[in-house]
């Protein structure tokens, strides 16, 4: 009898302990344990909202500014239709680059868009900028050097 007490008293101190262990490791994770000097631990700052602009032709131009800190490879443009999971809209664009035209034939005409920037280094993703304000992408107008030339009318001269 003072066995099996022993043992419901040792299994009720190790259930307790190992409940207080993933609790704490829950509420604060351990710190990574690279070097602030290792690349991996180059960490973005987040940044600022992306800027979406719809253009006469349909198309949107996103545009961000480039982080201040963190080493950055590349970029990659995420879209958000209203009522539908974010996914990226591009492939992975050059570092120096600061805006991507996305063509009109990628949007659906009159749905809510909203556009975030992923930096990228080698290592992994930083994080995402804030969302751009909505924008409900647009049927493009031709611009004047794309209109078509229609065949004149019947009876006169061309």
Known sequence: CLYLLSLLLYSLA????????????????PRSTLSS??????VYKRQGPAQAVA?????????????TEGTVTSYVILATR???PRHAVS????????????????????SSYTFQVGPINVHTHGPLSLSSSPLVAQAGTPQDGNKEEGAPAPGRPG
């Open 14 to 29: 190790y259930v307790a302990l190992t409940s207080l262990f993933f609790f704490l490791m829950i509420r604060s994770p």
């Open 37 to 42: 000097s290792s690349a991996a631990s180059d």
């Open 55 to 67: 253009n006469a032709d349909g198309s949107v131009t996103v545009s961000w500014s480039a982080p």
């Open 82 to 84: 209203e009522g539908q």
């Open 91 to 110: 492939g992975r664009l050059s570092s120096e680059q600061t805006s991507y035209t996305l063509p009109q034939d990628e949007l659906i005409t009159g």
